[in-house]
């Protein structure tokens, strides 16, 4: 399996931003997909994820009602929406797959993106 993400640059604070990960190496659709991300100095710390037919989705707390986490099976690829950006959503972003069903776990997911860069200006 593999992960490319991607959309990651410099925002604004307030702005908007989406990323995308594309999966390829496997059947899409028996995969759970999350995003995470980690900040300079800091551990890689959940952001969202969502369950392999799309239908459960779960966000951590500082981006719930902001960020919007999406699959898009014939393409093959997950989104993160990110909206009202704030500057400590600054940090690389990774996109991760899970066989089976959907974790807000790190040591849960099976394959990893290469990550996206996220900058926030005040």
């Known amino acids: 399996v593999q992960l490319a993400d991607s959309g990651g640059g410099l925002v604004q604070a307030g702005g908007s931003l989406k990323l995308s990960c594309e999966f390829s190496?496997?059947?899409?659709?028996?995969?759970?997909m999350g995003w995470f991300r980690q900040a300079v100095g800091e551990e890689r710390e959940f952001v969202a994820s969502?369950?392999?037919?799309?239908?459960?989705?779960h966000y951590e707390d500082a981006v719930k009602g902001r960020f919007i986490i999406s699959r898009d099976d014939p393409k093959n690829t997950i989104y993160l929406q990110m909206n009202s950006v704030k500057p400590s959503d600054a940090a690389v972003y990774f996109c991760?797959?899970?066989?089976?069903?959907?974790?807000?776990?790190?040591?849960?997911?099976?394959?990893w993106g290469q990550g996206t860069l996220v900058t926030v200006s005040s």
């Open positions: 969502i369950s392999r037919i799309g239908d459960v989705t």
């Open positions: 991760g797959a899970r066989f089976g069903g959907s974790s807000y776990r790190r040591e849960d997911y099976n394959y």
């Open positions: 190496g496997d059947t899409f659709i028996y995969y759970s």
